[in-house]
């Protein structure tokens, strides 16, 4: 009889779960997205292969030639001066998902490098946007900033910097969360422990929408397959 009772009573509480139960969305008001997927919308939004001799390969800037040394063979651009490269690409929100995955050559000569940047600058002379850059001992930084001049960063130490004079695969993901700890960098497949001295946060924005400018500051470096 009392386990007779207990399946009668779990039955019972089984059928009251089933009335109680509400759609996910309704337990909080969110935006709507294109996509049905709860972590991304699940598209490439950029490709550059920068393949020579590729058909729809891009014409390349003055100051950019051709690589030779790639480890994936004929593809790549070194940079011989600083250059003015910039392609179309889709306007960011801080508070989505971003994964930026690229070939990275350390350049010849020791320098602070700009090598992806999609800024603007808005009211207040404050700049919204996303960069990644390197310094001089080859650390890297990702920094995110939104329209009211926070900022957020992600960076690469030179305890575990990239290495000198040679091709590296870089892959820099955001998570959303609008954080510094939503930012986590990977160098040849690697993850390496992030430096960063405060939490930071930043708003839920549309950050820049002009174009994004390719190896800006990059003299004696190279890129491949953004």
Known sequence: EEWQSLRESRAMLQRELKEWKTPA????????????????????????????????????????????????????????????????????????????????????????????????KIDDDKTTGWTITTNVANALTFSMSDRRGNTIRGVLPDNEALRPHEWQHICVRYSGGQSNSSISILANGRAAALRNSTQSLIEADDLASLPLKLAARMPTAGLSDL
């Open 25 to 120: 969305e309704a337990w909080w008001p969110v935006r709507e997205r294109e996509s049905k997927s709860p972590v991304s919308n699940d598209k490439l939004a950029l490709f550059l292969p920068l393949t020579k001799g590729a058909p729809d390969g891009p014409e390349l800037p003055k100051g950019a030639e051709w690589a030779e040394d790639h480890p994936n063979g004929d593809r790549g651009v070194r940079l011989t001066d600083e250059v003015e490269w910039q392609v179309d690409a889709p306007q960011i929100r801080s508070d989505e998902p971003l994964t930026i995955s690229f070939w990275l050559r350390t350049p010849d000569l020791v320098a602070n490098t700009e090598i992806l940047e999609q800024t603007e």
